[in-house]
Nanobody, 121 residues
Framework: VQLQAFGGGLVQAGGSLRLSCAAS????????MGWFRQAPGKEREFLAR????????YYADSAKGRFTISRDNDLNTVYLQMSSLKPDDTAVYYC???????????????WGQGTQVTVSS
């Protein structure tokens, strides 16, 4: 499956942003979609995941309450709605696909190219 993430940009603290991830190719093999982020000098961090069929979601503690993952099965697109953004949210955000529900980046075998999110104070 090929993934393309977009929607990043520069936003002021307290603002909102919606990221999108379009999937193409062998989408039936990717049962779960996840969002991760990686800030400079830090490890890649899991944020949220969603199951294509049921829409079941799971969030990391750092994402609960501010981030919402959703999907549009007709468009093969997954979204990450982010609100109340903070400068600490500055990172490159990645979408990824996995065959089962996991929060580990090692279980995701297809990755988008990443989209930069910068939150100014």
């Amino acid at each position: 499956v090929q993934l393309q993430a977009f929607g990043g940009g520069l936003v002021q603290a307290g603002g909102s942003l919606r990221l999108s991830c379009a999937a193409s190719g062998r989408t039936f093999s990717s049962r779960v979609m996840g969002w991760f982020r990686q800030a400079p000098g830090k490890e890649r961090e899991f944020l949220a995941r969603i199951r294509w069929t049921t829409g079941r979601t799971y969030y990391a503690d750092s994402a609960k309450g501010r981030f919402t993952i959703s999907r549009d099965n007709d468009l093969n697109t997954v979204y990450l709605q982010m609100s109340s953004l903070k400068p600490d949210d500055t990172a490159v955000y990645y979408c990824a696909a996995a065959s089962w529900e996991s929060s580990s980046s090692k279980d995701y075998n297809s990755w988008g190219q990443g989209t930069q999110v910068t939150v100014s104070s």
